[in-house]
């Protein structure tokens, strides 16, 4: 076996797995699993999104049904008065857990036209409740 296909069969292993590398701040990271065991959740699947509340043209907040709160940054004018419901999916990954730092998919219901498709990026758990206007989990 060369040196370039046992590095290649131990990335594979890794892949499958399901290990990920710390996020060092670019977009599309995960957590590992030193860092997920020292704080509160950092990742959270979309279908676990239970309110929103849009703070401006490109904010909105999610809450899951874990109690954590986390911030969605978008161009400006992904959201409005409008904005009936938001609906996440993650981008540019196989899997399905959205985390603190990726990128993600939001689809934005809207009362009179028709939704609207944005790319945002993922921060929190956001612990101020005033910011967010949702409660929030205090760990």
Same mark, same amino acid.
């Given at each position: 076996m060369t040196k370039s296909h046992m590095v290649l069969t131990a990335l594979a292993a890794l892949a499958a797995s399901g290990c990920t590398a710390p996020n060092s701040g670019g977009y599309g990271g995960g957590i590992g699993p030193v860092q997920a065991a020292k704080g509160p959740s950092t990742c959270f699947l979309a279908r676990d999104v239970n309110n929103f509340n849009t703070r401006d043209r490109q904010t909105v907040y999610v809450s899951t049904r874990q109690g954590y709160v986390f911030r969605l940054d978008t161009p400006p004018g992904c959201f409005d008065a409008a904005t009936q419901s938001v609906a996440l999916e993650p981008f540019g990954s196989a899997g399905a857990r959205i985390c603190v730092g990726d990128r993600v !998919?939001? *689809?934005?219901? !809207?009362?009179?036209?028709?939704?609207? !498709?944005?790319? *945002?990026?993922?921060?929190?758990?956001?612990? @101020?409740? *005033? *910011?967010?206007?949702?409660?929030? !989990?205090? @760990?």
């Open positions: !998919r939001v *689809a934005v219901g !809207r009362f009179s036209s028709p939704p609207m !498709r944005c790319i *945002a990026n993922v921060s929190g758990p956001i612990r @101020d409740s *005033a *910011a967010s206007g949702l409660p929030s !989990r205090q @760990d």
